[in-house]
């Protein structure tokens, strides 16, 4: 019987074969023969297995796929999802998992009545902690659910019994909560959507309660309608310049967004509100769209490059930025990569370098935008070609290499 370890590495192996290749063709057809070897009752392990803490939804997803539909039972996710002390692989299957009863994320892994028994055991996990003190984690991973079950159920006209139980338990919970617990935050703005639905954006009061929307899609047309406002009134700049230091998460990752779109430059003050998300502030979402912003200064380039660089300058003792963070930044300093002074740019070749194999999304798309310049970087992107998975490839063979101009992609496969 094969160990939960030898999921993950053979679903590794699929990712890093090319598309309907004769390896890709077998390491799928092995892992499948793996999956139906597997008891039922093992079926979660070799799921969890397979989960990449790093990867996107879709490629967990994709990972949920060689199972069988509703694979899991109740009892093994409700085990999972009042462990507080979860594995980072088990928290990501929760979320993939009901991830995919999401409208636009619909699959064959979840019917309709798994659907519900989703929501049923998220009702009974935040009934469960009303009144408690849940950590910064706890509390991303509840907003993640909650967020995946009222946009299967919430935009409906007769949500069935079970969706109600949730919006119940989310009263409960942000009724009990502290201010600045950023589920309960997140909660608060639900019901007040729910009890007023957003039909139209006729006003900035309005676009700013959409931006913290479960819906991805409702908080991206609120953060473009801000955008087109500020570009008028001030006002409105500092309405959204509030909504950066907002506790939810989603909130504050719309409003930089905003200023990304935005027709004109932000000030130094939003610059360095933006660069404290991204070296700083807490949470890979808003950190993420800080750094799409930063990318989109086309007026303060020089000195925004050496606040970036900062992150990695910090004195002795203090905590270096994690790899997610560590991408933010990287790709924040990719998109100022031709506004940078040389010696920056010197500066930030060596950062991208140092930071490949931990970080290797940014560092990537730094090196690329530095071009020429990285072309010291050679060997070492030829180097982690070889472990990277297909999607990597693809991007170091047709953006990085030709960018740094190498010109030998086809020897390096």
Not at 96 to 113: F, W
Not at 208 to 225: K, P, T
Not at 319 to 327: D, E
Not at 389 to 412: M, T
């Amino acid at each position: 019987m094969s160990s939960t370890g030898d999921f993950g590495l053979k679903w590794t192996e699929v990712l890093r074969c090319e598309v309907d290749s004769a390896g890709f063709l077998e390491s799928r057809r092995a892992l499948r023969d793996m999956v139906e070897r597997t008891p039922q009752a093992r079926r979660i392990e070799a799921a969890t297995g397979m989960m990449k803490p790093y990867a996107s939804d879709s490629i967990n997803m994709a990972a949920l796929d060689f199972f069988a539909s509703d694979l899991f039972q109740e009892d093994q996710i409700r085990r999972i999802l009042f462990d507080h002390r979860r594995s980072s692989k088990q928290r990501v299957l929760l979320r993939s998992y009901y991830a995919s009863c999401r409208r636009e994320y619909r699959t064959s892994l979840s019917s309709g009545r798994r659907c519900l028994a989703l929501v049923d055991l998220l009702a009974e996990r935040i009934e469960a902690l009303a009144g408690r003190t849940a950590n910064y984690g706890e509390q991303r991973l509840l907003t993640h659910l909650s967020a995946s079950m009222l946009n299967c159920f919430g935009g409906l006209a007769e949500r069935p019994v079970a969706a109600d139980r949730l919006i119940r338990s989310l009263a409960d919970y942000a009724k009990l909560a502290a201010l600045d617990d950023t589920f309960a935050a997140a909660s608060r703005g639900w019901l007040k959507l729910l009890a007023n639905p957003v039909r139209n954006l006729s006003s900035s009061i309005v676009a700013g309660d959409a931006m913290g929307h479960w819906d991805a899609l409702v908080r991206i047309e609120a953060s473009a309608y801000l955008a087109r406002m500020m570009a008028r009134r001030p006002d409105v700049v500092d309405q959204v310049m509030q909504m950066l230091d907002d506790p939810r998460d989603e909130v504050r990752a719309a409003a930089a967004m905003s200023f990304a779109v935005c027709p004109v430059p932000p000030s130094r003050e939003v610059i360095t509100a933006l660069v404290s998300m991204v070296v700083t502030g807490r949470g890979v979402v808003p950190q993420s769209a800080a750094a799409v912003a930063l990318s989109a200064d086309n007026e303060a380039g020089p000195e925004t490059v050496e606040l970036l660089l900062g992150a990695f300058k910090r004195s002795k003792g203090q905590p270096r930025p994690g790899r997610k963070r560590t991408s933010s930044v990287l790709s924040a300093l990719a998109g100022l990569a031709d506004q940078a002074e040389p010696d920056q740019r010197t500066e930030m070749l060596s950062v991208a370098m140092a930071k490949l194999s931990a970080s290797p999304s940014g560092s990537l798309m730094l090196l690329k935008e530095l071009g020429r310049d990285a072309s010291d970087a050679t060997d070492k992107v030829v180097a982690y070609r070889r472990t990277a998975d297909r999607f990597e490839r693809h991007y170091i063979d047709r953006h990085v290499l030709p960018a740094i101009r190498l010109g030998r992609a086809g020897q390096a496969r």
